[in-house]
């Protein structure tokens, strides 16, 4: 045999050594088996997340403190913006989603009404989920809103402290989700709303707006008022002066005959779990898992734990 | 543990990370192994799975498709051009397409990547099986084989360095779209800790992690399937 | 949403009420694929060539082209995402570098490849070394060393939408905002860049016509290395 024979031979041996060895280990789970509880016997529920870390999180506190009550739960992780997992909620192919009771009135709803405050923004989603066969559990006390955010320097430089003040900072490029660019609290509001027409728009993945500050590529960037990132204190969020981003508690949403099917334990656990979530309780979780990059499966096992939920 | 009064209770979450994490500096070995078993190896095995599902199930159909286009040549052009056209499709684009059909499941990334195993193990396929010598085919007939004869005992077997030679293509080409998937919604396989280190900063150590375990499962596909392509033809060695 | 045919009117409709953005989409498109098709050239073309005409690092030249097609395109470009940052940069290098391996391979295997009595024959009657690339090697070589460029140009064109998940401009930046531009969008969209392929691959056919030596023309051989890798 050749050397080159041998060599090819021995990397085919190692490969299947390899591979040998990891699938002779237990897969880890996606839905567990189930405690025993109220939920044991109940249907399975189908929860989906959108797309950036603190929907994973939410999504491991519902799964986990449902799966601790006996629940089947079946996570879809990181399915895609609210427009497209809107989708997969109304064609069937989930059961709940964590939304924000804004997001809900202004792009799925499209609704022409800013409400004025948090309780009237709830029911007026509510209301809207209803007349389509949803529901909504009870919101979180915390709430995430988008915000406009920009390094000290440039917002000192151009004497920044909310969002009207950006008319005086003259063009300036804006980096936000792809979907924003279509959106009434995104690029639209901006320009509608606050009358910013020098934006030069820039499409970022979730995630990235933070290093495209950091790198001077943009100048604003849209993020999350929860966002683990803020607590660095290296950025400046302006304030949205003109209330564009509305009020915006977490809340899942949830087909109507789920709620039924599944008993009045699981409506209490859900709510039970929400009623937890106060602001720096989600923001030391956002941080946990993006600055510190821990398992969002992890740091909201802990916090359950923590809180006698599981 | 901070107790916050009339709040819950807010654990530290395992204490403040490695300092090398917090920088995020290019790779973290102790995060990479202290998240072995919760992210790579099941990304890793999913992966695989998808890989060998698709590269199995599209060889069935092109394989099929090839002997019903060498038997009934008017079959090829179709089926060519059918194939080439899912082939040159985005692979974005064709995920997207397939969701509200399919919805987000295993059966939407099965779908896609089979559609673009067709081309080339067709082609190959047709290609190895045409290539057989019309002396060869002359002298099966000579010692009085059957048509099936020839092709189960002749045909195949010379067409095997190109069917294999097929096969290793499309492997690695299905490895290296399986990691689209995740950024579709289809949060399995490598592709998800590739893109949800993207969505927290990047990470780099995840980001290079979730990479390099990619390339490497398509370099020892490459290689294996290389090694298998050599020992089933040892007339084609040098 | 139940559409499971998108019916044509819709794409179409969907060019006609956005034709400054395709139009700028195209460009970027373009504009990123000039940058790294230039790049992949510049690097791959004369290094393979010279490996070639030496004779010299075979099983590098070829294995090249193995570990290249193994490359997973979104690996590649996050890892420069992760190296570079965010934007042009990145995108252009990412995708030189998916385009590089089989160009490298292509024209190692085509220049070294030529027939040796022809290079002998050449060598007999007196050419330099340089004369011998340059009026033999080469012209015998082009058919080979155009089937590589048109493969990696079509890689290229084709992993531009991928770019777009890295900061990349162009047709990838609607295909990845399905919300804002729905699946019509999405699908015209994918149905440019599929156009702007096939364009690669018939112009890099047709400038192969016209480099090669009226009497070295020939009808085309099938290239060793197969399709063009997916992206």
């Given amino acids: ?310 | 543990m901070i107790a916050i009064a009339a709040g819950p209770v807010i654990p530290s979450f395992g204490g403040s990370a490695h300092s090398c994490v917090r920088a995020n500096h290019f790779f973290c070995w102790g995060w990479f192994k202290s998240n072995w078993s919760g992210v790579f190896q099941p990304a890793l095995l999913q992966h695989l799975k998808l890989t060998l599902i698709a590269v199995a199930v599209g060889f069935v159909l092109a394989f099929a498709a090839a002997l019903v286009a060498y038997r009934f040549s008017w079959f090829e052009t179709p089926f060519s051009l059918l194939s080439a056209f899912l082939y040159t499709v985005p692979s974005l684009a064709l995920f997207q397409l397939l969701i509200p059909i399919t919805s987000i499941s295993t059966l939407t990334v099965e779908i896609a990547l089979v559609s673009y195993t067709l081309l080339i193990l067709f082609r190959n396929t047709l290609i190895g099986l045409r290539s057989v010598p019309d002396e060869v085919l002359e002298a099966a007939r000579g010692m009085g084989l059957s048509r099936r004869q020839t092709l189960l005992r002749v045909e195949l077997p010379l067409a095997t360095p190109a069917i294999v030679a097929g096969i290793r293509i499309a492997a690695v080409t299905v490895i290296g779209l399986a990691t689209v998937a995740a950024v579709v919604g289809l949060d399995k396989g490598l592709g998800s800790p590739i893109y949800k280190a993207i969505q927290i900063g990047p990470f780099k150590t995840e980001l290079f992690a979730g990479a390099v375990l990619a390339i490497a499962l398509a370099v020892v596909a490459d290689a294996s399937l290389a090694v298998v392509q050599r020992l089933l033809t040892p007339w084609t060695r040098k | 949403m139940d559409a499971k045919v998108i019916p044509a009117a819709d794409i179409f409709t969907f060019v006609g009420d956005h034709p400054s953005l395709l139009w700028h989409s195209v460009l970027q498109t373009l504009g990123l694929f000039a940058a790294a098709f230039a790049i992949a050239v510049a690097v791959a073309l004369p290094l393979a060539i010279w490996l070639g005409h030496l004779h010299r690092g075979s099983f590098l030249a070829i294995n090249i082209g193995n570990i290249g097609r193994a490359l997973p395109s979104l690996a590649v470009i996050s890892i420069l995402l992760a190296l570079v940052g965010i934007g042009f940069l990145n995108v252009v290098v990412a995708l030189a570098l998916l385009a590089i391996p089989v160009i490298v391979t292509n024209t190692y295997v085509a220049v070294d490849g030529v027939d040796r009595d022809v290079v002998e024959a050449a060598r007999g009657i007196g050419m330099t070394p340089r004369q011998l690339l340059a009026r033999v090697e080469l012209p015998l070589a082009l058919p080979l060393i155009f089937a590589g460029l048109r493969t990696a140009a079509v890689i290229v064109m084709a992993t531009t939408p991928l770019a777009a998940v890295a900061g990349g401009s162009g047709l990838g930046q609607i295909i990845v905002n399905q919300p804002s531009y729905g699946l019509d969008g999405v699908i015209a969209a994918s149905l440019f860049i599929t156009a702007l392929s096939f364009i690669a691959e018939l112009g890099f056919a047709g400038l192969q016509r016209v480099l090669t030596p009226r009497g070295l023309r020939q009808t085309e051989k099938v290239p060793a290395l197969g399709p063009a890798l997916r992206t």
């Fill in chain 1, 1 to 310: 045999m050749t050397k080159r024979t041998l060599y090819s031979l021995a990397l085919l041996l190692i490969a299947g050594l390899v591979l040998a060895a990891c699938g002779s280990s237990k897969k880890t789970n996606s839905s567990s088996t189930a405690a025993s509880g109220p939920g044991k016997g109940k249907p399975a529920v189908t929860l989906g997340t959108k797309n950036f870390p603190e929907e994973f999180i939410l999504g491991q506190l519902y799964k986990q403190a449902l799966e601790a009550k006996g629940f089947t739960v079946n996570l879809k992780n990181n399915i895609g913006s609210t427009e497209v997992i809107d989708t997969a909620l109304t064609s069937g192919k989930i059961d709940m989603y964590p939304e924000y009771t804004g997001t809900i009135v202004q792009e799925v709803e499209k609704s022409n009404t800013l409400p004025t405050s948090a309780a009237a923004t709830y029911a007026q989603a509510k209301a809207f989920e209803e007349k389509r066969g949803f529901t909504l559990l009870a919101q979180t006390p915390f709430y995430d809103r988008d915000a406009l955010a920009t390094k000290p320097a440039y917002a000192q430089q151009h004497g920044l402290s909310a969002i009207s003040d950006l008319k005086k900072a003259g063009a300036f490029s804006f980096g936000a989700p792809p979907e924003s660019k279509t959106r009434y609290q995104g690029l639209v509001g901006l320009q509608k709303l606050y009358g910013l027409t020098g934006i030069t728009f820039v499409p970022l993945t979730i995630g990235l707006q933070y290093q495209a500050l950091d790198s001077g590529k943009i100048q604003v960037a849209d993020v999350f008022t929860t966002d683990g990132q803020l607590l660095s204190g290296k950025y400046k969020v302006l304030d949205d002066d003109k209330g564009l981003y509305g009020f915006q508690n977490a809340v899942p949403v949830v087909k109507k005959s789920l709620v039924s099917s599944e008993g009045p334990a699981f409506t209490q656990t859900m709510n039970s779990v929400s009623a937890l979530l106060t602001l720096p309780a989600i923001q030391k979780m956002n941080a946990a898992v993006v600055l510190d990059k821990q398992d969002p499966a992890a740091v909201a096992g802990q916090f359950l734990q923590a809180n006698h939920l599981k």
